[in-house]
C-alpha cells in the first residue's frame, strides 16, 4: 500500500523559515514526480510545487516561487519543502502527493494518485 | 480565485444524480490538457476519483464518471449517497502557469 507521511509543521512568525518533509513506501519513491499541494483555512486546495523523479525538472506556484524550495532523496525516500520568508498566507494545511508519471513540467500534466494526510503550517 | 471555475456547491437527494461543472481556459482545458478529478473530505487525505477526463482508478465505483467538452469537463455521480457528502476538485495543467491547477472546490450535499 503506498503511503506518505508528512512531518514539520508548525507555528512561526512571519519571515522566519519552516522545513517539511514527507516520508514516501509502498512504491518505487525514485520512479515519480512528487507535488506539494496546500489548503488555507476554508479555501480549495492550491498546487505549491513540482519535482521529477531525478529532480532535473522543479517548478513552483507563483505565490511561493523565490521563497520555497522543493527537492527530494532518492536513497532515503523522502521529499522536502524549505519554505522561506514565510507570510501569514502561507497558513495550510500542506499534502505531499505522488504522482502518475516520473516526469514533470510544461505540458505534463500528472494527476495525484497518492496523497498524505498533510501536515499543518500556522504563520502568526 | 481560481484557474479551474467549479460552482461552489451542489446538492441532491439519495439516488438522485448531481453534475460538477469545471470550466477552464484556452490555456489549460481549453488547449487539450486532460481534467482529474478527487474527493475530498476535511482532514483527510484527497482520493482520486477521475483520470484523463474519464478514467476511474480501481475501486471507484461505476455511478462516478466524468466527461469533457470544450474548455468545461463534468463529474456525475449517479444513484447518490450519504457517503459521498465532500469536496469535490478538479484538477488540470496551465501551459502558462507551467504548473498543474485546481478548481475552487464543490461541496456535495446529500438532502
Known amino acids: 500500500e503506498m503511503q506518505l507521511v508528512e512531518s514539520g509543521g508548525g507555528l512561526v512568525q512571519p519571515g522566519r523559515s519552516l522545513r517539511l518533509s514527507c516520508a514516501a513506501s509502498g512504491f518505487i519513491f525514485e520512479d515519480y514526480a512528487m507535488h506539494w499541494v496546500r489548503q488555507a483555512p476554508g479555501k480549495g486546495l492550491e498546487w505549491v510545487s513540482g519535482i521529477s523523479w531525478k529532480s532535473g525538472s522543479i517548478g513552483y506556484a507563483d505565490s511561493v516561487k523565490g521563497r520555497f524550495t522543493i527537492s527530494r532523496d532518492n536513497a532515503k525516500n523522502f521529499l522536502y519543502l524549505e519554505m522561506n520568508s514565510l507570510r501569514v498566507e502561507d497558513t495550510a494545511l500542506y499534502f505531499c502527493s505522488k504522482s502518475s508519471s516520473g516526469s514533470f513540467g510544461a505540458g505534463i500534466n500528472n494527476w495525484f494518485n497518492a496523497w498524505g494526510q498533510g501536515t499543518l503550517v500556522t504563520v502568526s | 480565485q481560481s484557474v479551474l471555475t467549479q460552482p461552489p456547491s451542489v446538492s441532491g437527494a439519495p439516488g438522485q444524480r448531481v453534475t460538477i461543472s469545471c470550466t477552464g481556459t484556452s490555456s489549460n482545458i481549453g488547449t487539450g490538457f486532460d481534467v482529474h478529478w478527487y474527493q475530498h473530505l476535511p482532514g483527510t487525505a484527497p482520493k482520486l476519483l477521475i483520470y484523463?477526463?474519464?478514467r476511474r482508478p480501481s475501486g471507484v465505483p461505476d455511478r462516478i464518471s466524468g466527461s469533457k467538452s470544450g474548455t468545461s469537463a463534468y463529474l456525475a455521480i449517479t444513484g447518490l449517497q450519504a457517503e459521498d457528502e465532500a469536496d469535490y476538485y478538479c484538477?488540470?495543467?496551465?501551459?502558462?502557469?507551467?504548473?498543474?491547477?485546481f478548481g475552487g472546490g464543490t461541496k456535495l450535499t446529500v438532502l
Open positions: 484538477q488540470s495543467h496551465d501551459s502558462g502557469l507551467r504548473g498543474s491547477v
Open positions: 484523463d477526463n474519464s
